[in-house]
């Protein structure tokens, strides 16, 4: 569901395109209201179809091709098609929010991506939504990275590792 962002006012409503000339007048009264910060609510609508804002996910649309490389997230619903019948090996971090390790790793994860690209897919897959997965492959720890070519689980790495102990293992099945 695609998200907007309002000021929220302790004085006012949000701030609409409406209600610009009322906040013109206060501000010339010398009376603004106190806004309290960025207050997210759902949008009736949006100008552009298939838009949608989600947290960790965003993509990004104005960076040149060689920059804009993203780890996707992944879930139980499209794990088949994306990891298990790729033609190309697929690197999957089992991971989940509250995971400070997790956290750690994510910009070894990046940067692994856009040296890789075009090679390795990378996906995310947060263990707390995608349950069914995490258990059919034994995840019991995380952070674990998991890298499959031809549909098949060809490694594991478990825990915050440095860089290059991923790269040893990713340069074994490419």
């Not at 609508?45 to 298939?50: C, E, I, L, T, Y």
């Not at 104005?62 to 090996?89: F, H, K, R």
Request: proline share 7%; aromatic share 6%; net charge positive.
């Amino acid at each position: 569901m695609p998200l907007t962002l309002s000021l929220s006012s302790t004085l006012s409503p949000p701030i609409t395109a409406s209600s610009v000339t009322l906040l013109s007048a206060r501000r010339s009264s010398g009376k603004l209201p106190h806004y309290t910060g960025l207050k997210l609510r759902p949008a009736a609508a949006s100008r552009f179809s298939g838009s949608r804002i989600a947290p960790r996910s965003a993509r990004v649309v104005c960076e040149d091709q060689d920059t804009a490389v993203e780890v996707a997230g992944i879930a139980d619903a499209n794990w088949q098609s994306l990891v298990l019948e790729s033609e190309t090996p697929v690197l999957v971090e089992f991971w989940a929010p509250w995971c400070g390790p997790c956290r750690m790793i994510h910009p070894i994860i990046d940067e692994l991506a856009k040296d890789y690209a075009g090679k390795l897919k990378f996906f995310r897959l947060n263990t707390d939504e995608s349950p069914s997965t995490a258990t059919r492959y034994g995840i019991r720890s995380i952070p674990t990275v998991i890298i499959f070519k031809n549909g098949e689980k060809k490694d594991a790495v478990i825990g915050a590792v440095p860089k290059t102990t991923l790269t040893t293992s990713i340069e074994k099945f490419l």
